[in-house]
């Protein structure tokens, strides 16, 4: 049978770690992965799946996704979950994965529920959990699992494995610089490099012309932001941040933008990095306590004595 291959791009040694570690069905761990929004858990999720389906010693017999909000009540956990790992086993050497992505969405109560299947079913069944980072996930579950940090490729780096692939035998400057200024996630970058390798085909002579229908209506608003936020201009920021939010960005997304500009230019005055730095800090913190609107955006403005 053909080795499974990774549809994400960078994480060919994750991928091989991962193929190490079941090397039978009693040794193969839980998993929990961690990594920023926008760097491939939900993909990878599924490249395991496909990965231990064409290559594990044993049989996946069932699968189990938690991924919606109706997935994440201690009812779930009691019942679909438990009845997932009460079914008898219609044949040996099999094993049943429970994904659960978005862990940090997991209510405390439905994660403490999740220790006593884990621990009773352990000879039938693994859980993988995704989450952003690893103090969403509570330490009895934790210290079950194989923790690994899921390092996203930098847009510098995507770029040219993307063209690679795609058979281009150079990365274009107008091209790169295009994808740099106006795309953060791998899916983006990897989806307008495609449409523009089709219009090249096709014998377009100006594809950037085109492609920039695509062009985020936020990215002409982050530079003001940035600015805004690095000179403490109050006016500025919140005008940035009403326009972006009218326009449909979110505030995890408006955040990745920040730092994508940050880890392009890296020799700001070190008062303006610092600035940035905590505007983002503060932000992520504001999420994962569930306040991710216009108004607590406007919040984190203040904490940060913007004026």
């Known amino acids: 049978m053909q080795a499974a291959q990774p549809r994400l791009f ?9 193929r190490e570690s079941f090397q039978d069905q009693a040794t193969f761990p839980h998993l929990f992965f961690t990594g920023q929004s926008s760097s491939g858990k939900s993909t990878l999720l599924q490249d395991i799946v496909d990965l231990l389906k064409a290559e594990a010693p044993f ?3 069932g699968i189990l996704w938690l991924s919606s909000e109706k997935d994440r009540g201690i009812h779930t956990i009691r019942d679909k979950v438990t009845g997932f790992c009460k079914r008898i086993h219609a044949r040996p050497n099999t094993l049943r994965l429970i994904l659960v992505d978005d862990a940090d969405t997991l209510p405390l109560i439905s994660q403490q529920a999740l220790r006593r299947p884990m621990e009773t079913y352990a000879h039938l069944t693994r859980f993988i959990f995704a989450s952003r980072q690893a103090s969403h996930l509570i330490e009895p579950l934790q210290s079950r699992c194989l923790h690994i940090e899921l390092e996203p490729l930098s847009p510098h780096d995507a770029i040219p494995l993307f063209t690679q692939t795609l058979g281009m035998p150079s990365v274009p400057k107008e091209l ?13 970058l990897k989806s307008v490099i495609s449409l523009y390798k089709a219009l090249i085909d096709q014998g377009n002579a100006d594809p950037l012309k ?3 229908m695509l062009r985020p209506t ?6 003001t932001l940035v600015q805004g936020i690095g000179t403490r201009n109050r006016k ?10 009218l326009g ?9 933008a920040i730092e994508r500009d940050i ?4 020799s700001v005055d070190p008062e303006t990095r610092f600035a940035l730095l905590r505007f983002t800090m503060l932000g992520w913190i504001s999420i994962q306590q569930g306040k991710e609107h216009w108004l607590d955006s406007l919040d984190i403005v203040d904490k940060c004595g913007i004026e």
């Not at 960078?10 to 991962?18: K, N, S, V």
């Not at 790169?176 to 983006?188: A, E, M, P, Q, Y």
């Open 236 to 245: 500025q920021v919140i005008e940035a941040l009403t326009a972006l939010f």
């Open 210 to 212: 085109v492609l920039s």
């Open 176 to 188: 790169f610089d295009f994808c740099i200024s106006n795309f953060v996630t791998l899916h983006d």
């Open 263 to 266: 880890s392009l230019f890296p």
């Open 10 to 18: 960078g994480q060919a040694t994750l991928f091989q770690q991962i």
């Open 248 to 256: 449909g960005s979110l505030f995890d997304d408006i955040l990745i």
């Open 59 to 61: 049989e996946i017999d």
């Open 218 to 223: 936020a990215s002409g608003i982050i530079p």
